[in-house]
């Protein structure tokens, strides 16, 4: 069975701290993912990795960054939190394009609820 | 760019009977795949279905199908004999290659309750 592990289910930060959302992955998935779920919007990407060290901005990486040093495990960041960045955060991972082993699927965590107080 | 409709916010359905998810998707990509994943109260997103732009058949997974009409661009998930354990948040997303990585786009969600 793919995991998809996040670190954390629940959070509550304070404004202008430095939150890091940690993932980890054990199915040797090259492309890791990282959105965000808002009512209403559904899900939207904030970045995206396809390999280690390797990253790309998504649809709203403002306010966000991400880092993958290791090919398992992928973390996004809030340099400085703000009260707009309460959210879901959802992390996936999958193969890459080409690879027809489960039809590209990307396999998600459970979800850390974050609220910024 | 790509898009996904899902237009019910919400549906009701009597325990048993089946029920159908609207989905419709927007591309120019000839070469694209369509999920569908369930998000129960717990969070964790739940891969339900796939469905290749050119599968001939419909997909279908134990009491899950997928209702591919491509020249509508619609692909509706009917769900069969309804459980108490379906009531969830239903998501359609639609997969395409943009220059050279998976891009995935995501509807808004449609809750399903089961009554009993």
Known sequence: DVKVTQSSRYLVKRTGEKVFLECVQDMDHENMFWYRQDPGLGLRLIYFSYDVKMKEKGDIPEGYSVSREKKERFSLILESASTNQTSMYLCASSFPPGRSVGKNIQYFGAGTRLSVL | ?116
């Open chain 2, 1 to 116: 760019a790509q898009k996904i409709t899902q237009t019910q916010p919400g549906m009701f359905v009597q325990e048993k009977e089946a029920v159908t998810l609207d989905c419709t998707y927007d591309t120019s990509d000839p070469s694209y795949g369509l999920f569908w994943y369930k998000q129960p109260s717990s969070g964790e997103m739940i891969f339900l279905i796939y469905q290749g732009s050119y599968d001939q058949q419909n997909a279908t997974e134990g009491r899950y199908s997928l209702n591919f009409q491509k020249a509508r661009k619609s692909a509706n998930l009917v769900i069969s004999a309804s459980q108490l354990g379906d009531s969830a948040m239903y998501f359609c997303a639609m997969r395409v290659h943009s220059g050279g990585y998976q891009k995935v786009t995501f509807g808004i969600g449609t809750k399903l309750q089961v009554i009993p």
